[in-house]
């Protein structure tokens, strides 16, 4: 079993084994995860809402912009924009739904398919998100230069293309 021994001591001093990513990239994953979790439900609760996942968070972030652009979206592009199965995105839709914050309607052409639109109740909670938001992304960058950031999203993308190849 690898371990995150080399959080504890000087960085030249980790063995190879020491040096394993996987459990970093685990760990860190989770905690930023919690880190937003927490804020989002902290914020929607202290306004009587209900909690929204950081992931239902950036799916209504997604909806926000695409709605803005002029776009038409539809539950194939959650899947692709988020990397996420059609069962996963018909989950997250779904809870959206009941809670009142998109609707999904039936294209005329094809009843198929099915437009996703925010409603009016969406939109008053947007800056309540967005703001959360911000104050998580502040926390997480906090004494990061914009180079640093760069060089972090470079990696971390390098790291997402390497498991998908």
């Known amino acids: 079993m690898y371990t995150m021994s080399c959080e504890k001591r000087d960085f030249e001093e980790c063995d190879e084994r020491d040096l ?3 459990p970093y990239a685990r760990h860190l ?11 989002l ?3 929607f609760s202290s306004v009587g809402e209900t909690r929204l996942t950081s992931v239902q968070a950036h799916v209504m ?5 695409q709605r ?3 776009n038409v ?6 899947e692709q924009a988020f990397h996420v199965q059609r069962s996963t995105a018909t989950e997250i839709l779904k809870l959206l739904e009941q809670r009142n914050l998109i609707l999904r309607e039936s294209e005329q052409h094809d ?3 099915k437009r996703i639109t925010v409603t009016e109740r969406a939109l008053q909670t ?10 998580v992304e502040k926390k997480l960058v906090n004494g990061f230069s914009d180079e640093e950031i760069r060089t972090y999203i470079e990696l971390t993308e390098k790291m997402r293309r390497n498991v998908e190849e």
């Open 29 to 39: 994953s989770k905690s930023i995860r919690s880190a937003i979790d927490d804020e």
């Open 68 to 70: 803005e652009l002029g």
């Open 41 to 43: 439900d902290r914020a």
């Open 111 to 113: 009843a198929r398919l």
């Open 73 to 78: 979206v539809y539950q194939r592009d959650i």
């Open 126 to 135: 947007k800056n309540l998100v967005d703001s959360t938001i911000d104050k």
């Open 20 to 22: 394993r990513i996987s």
């Open 61 to 65: 972030g997604f909806l926000y912009e």
